[in-house]
């Protein structure tokens, strides 16, 4: 998957909302890609662009291309893009307590894409479902399927969800901070599973998350997004040893480190930018120890350092000096 | 559910009986007299008999416990004799009596339920089914033409009384136009196509009328639970799994809306009984709302008490089943 240049708006009350300014992106295939970034970032909306899952109006896709097996996904009639969506492209959503219909049960919930995109019939949609369960770790299982979301946990509902975004054999996962909203033990368990499921099934994934030290250890590679822009782009290794956009350095550094017996977590200090207006100047310069002159005139562009390796920061913070003279 | 509807069944018993005797009360409070619509030239001893051939002036606990026995005990037995199913001697059972017809209430109030039900009933039912998807539709295009268009037409339906709607179609359609009657027949019996038509053209105006303020009320309860649920999570999740818009609303929105709705639909029945009582004075429609205008300006006090409670007994009723349409719709709500 191709993402180019993407650019979704939210058209509110008090005015326009930049919530994705631009972003470039690729996905390979049977790899792990993960997004970080601080709340409000833009990770969420980017994603769902992708798919159109958002509301249009308030939202407005205002430029980009994402290509997709040879095909504009942004350019698809409905019709066409309801087969990608769970069909070729599945979604876990963040709060799984409010994913699911709390009114059908969650066989019917698991066997709806199945019938919808892969023809089967009810009993072998059920049957599909059952191994489904079993594949996310739900023991049980073909009792479980008239259960209702409710009977469920909050990490056995992050399951179920998993179970339907996998059930068409996507040929891309996204998802969207699973973790978030469970307790650290069930967080760890659910991570296992994705990594278990990924040697398995072998689809690619794009893992949104606040917490780099997840990201770390399943990705492979990483973007850094910051006020709706992609700041720095780099494999796992590279970043972590390399950081070269300051906001990176300061996510990095909020990390506890290891064996410090920190306990105080720290913070990067100012608030993430007002997206009111379309950005002119690079969003992160009033937060960062780094900005000079220019970082407030002019928005920097991402640009390739080395290898696979991009950035997007008028300072070197390796020479301490500006990247580029003039 | 079956242990706690008896429960519940075992609660209102308590619950009616107190509902009753208030009623009794009040209606012994009441200013009036049975007698009072007699010609003036009756004698004063006259009256004074007629009232105690009627019962009047009893001592209220002896005339409750005489009404509770009647409610519920003769008229019961009563119906099961009709049935073909004597038991005891039937003489010896008084009924509830009217003071103005000097019939059994009951009877008075079986020749009425057929108007009731066939009219009131009926905008009641054409009601809902406009209302659903006037209230589906506007809730999904939000803002668009048509859901304006529909706010405003069931703020004029909600905020216009029946009264003036009623008068007004009357004056434009019979009085005008002449296409429909503005008095509603009772005697009409259907028995032929041609009188099958007369039925309808009968019944469309009062029907119209209480149907549009019906589903001024529901449509807007619809919007409402629509839009609740259009911008939850799931709804998200339905689309990701790449269901249609169809499926999206109608199947996994539409299921969850109807949920408080059909508790709305449900607790209003009993007021259907109540009948529009304005309604039918209007088009003359001689159904139970009347029959309760006629009881209180007679001082029908056997009447008034019997009908006022048969409509308790429906509203506790309907908040009973209410319960139990929610508990089934709604898989969260588990009963016991
Ligand atoms: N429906 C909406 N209307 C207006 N603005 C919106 C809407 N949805 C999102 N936004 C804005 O878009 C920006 C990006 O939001 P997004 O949800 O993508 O952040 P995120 O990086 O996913 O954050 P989090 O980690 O909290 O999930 C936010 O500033 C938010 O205010
Ligand atoms: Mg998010």
Not at chain 1, 212 to 241: C, N, P, Q
Not at chain 1, 300 to 308: A, D, K, T
Not at chain 2, 88 to 114: K, N, Q, W, Y
Request: with cysteine.
């Amino acid at each position: 998957m191709d993402v180019t240049d993407l650019k979704t708006v939210f058209h509110t009350q008090d005015g326009v909302v930049h919530a994705v300014n631009g972003i470039s992106f690729h996905l390979e295939e049977g790899e792990l890609l993960s997004v970080v970034g601080e709340s409000g970032s833009g990770k969420s909306v980017t994603m769902m662009s992708l798919l159109k899952l958002l509301p249009i109006p308030p939202a407005e896709i205002a430029s980009g291309k994402v290509m997709f097996d040879g095909k504009d996904l942004l350019q698809m009639d409905l019709e066409e893009l309801r087969k990608i969506r769970g069909g070729q492209i599945g979604f876990i959503f963040q709060d799984p307590m409010t994913s699911l219909n709390p009114v059908f049960n969650v066989g019917f919930q698991i066997m709806e894409p199945l019938i919808e995109h892969m023809g089967l019939d009810k009993k072998q949609a059920r049957a599909r479902a059952v191994e489904l369960l079993e594949l996310v770790g739900i023991p049980g299982a073909s009792d479980r399927l008239n259960d209702f979301p409710h009977q469920f946990s909050g990490g056995m509902r992050q399951r179920v969800m998993i179970a339907i975004a996998l059930a068409c054999d996507p040929k891309i996962l996204i998802a969207d901070e699973p973790t978030t909203a469970l307790d650290v033990t069930i967080q760890a368990q659910i991570i296992e599973l994705i990594k278990e499921l990924r040697k398995k099934l072998g689809m690619a994934i794009v893992w949104i998350t606040h917490d780099l030290g997840v990201a770390a250890g399943i990705s492979d590679r990483l973007l850094v997004m910051y006020g709706g822009f992609v700041v720095e782009h780099a494999k796992v290794g590279d970043l972590y040893k390399r950081p070269l956009h300051p906001y990176t350095r300061a996510l990095l550094n909020t990390l506890p480190a290891e064996g410090s017996g920190e306990t105080r977590l720290r913070s990067i200090k100012g608030s993430p930018p007002n997206i009111g207006a379309e950005p002119k100047s690079c969003p992160f310069a009033p937060r960062c120890d780094y900005a000079f002159e220019r970082c407030h005139k002019e928005n920097p562009l991402l640009e390739r350092i080395e290898g696979v390796h991009d950035v997007a920061c008028w300072w070197d913070v390796e020479k301490e000096a500006p990247r580029h003279d003039g | 559910m079956l242990n706690y509807t008896l429960r519940r069944l075992l609660f209102a018993i308590p619950t009616l009986l107190v509902i009753s005797f208030i009623i009794f009360l009040i209606l012994d409070l009441a200013p009036g007299d049975p007698t009072g619509s007699l010609p003036l030239t009756i004698p004063a001893e006259v009256r004074a008999k007629i009232r105690e051939a009627l019962g009047v002036g009893e001592p209220i606990h002896i005339a409750y416990v005489k009404w509770l026995r009647g409610f519920f005990i003769y008229e019961p037995l009563h119906w099961l004799d009709q049935m073909g199913l004597v038991i005891g001697d039937p003489s010896s059972r008084p009924r509830i009596i009217s003071f103005a017809t000097r019939g059994p209430v009951v009877d008075l109030l079986m020749e009425r339920i057929p108007q009731t039900l066939w009219v009131v009933g009926l905008s009641y039912v054409v009601g809902i089914l406009i209302a659903i998807p006037i209230g589906v539709i506007s809730a999904y295009k939000q803002y668009s033409w048509f859901d304006q268009f529909g706010t405003f037409i069931s703020m004029v339906g909600f905020s216009v009384p029946t009264f003036f709607t009623g008068l007004l179609m009357i004056v434009i359609f019979s009085v005008q136009l002449g296409w429909f009657p503005s008095v509603y027949d009772t005697t009409l019996e259907v028995n032929s196509l041609g009188t099958f038509w007369l039925q309808v053209k009968q019944m469309i105006m009062p029907v119209t009328v209480l149907a549009l303020f019906n589903a001024a009320q529901i449509s807007r309860f619809m919007r409402a639970s629509m839009l609740d649920n259009l911008t939850q999570d799931y709804v998200r999740t339905a689309r990701a799994k790449g269901m249609s818009e169809k499926v999206v609303v109608l199947t996994h929105v539409l299921r969850n809306s109807l949920i408080p709705v059909v508790t709305v639909i449900a607790l209003g029945i009993p007021t259907i009984f109540g009948g529009a009582i304005i309604t039918e004075q209007i088009f003359r429609v001689n159904g139970l709302g009347q029959l309760l205008i006629i009881g209180i300006q007679g001082s029908d006090f056997p009447l008034v008490q019997t009908l006022t409670f048969l409509f308790a007994i429906l509203i506790v009723l309907f908040n009973l089943i209410a319960d139990i349409v929610y508990g089934m719709l709604d898989p969260r709500i588990r009963y016991d």
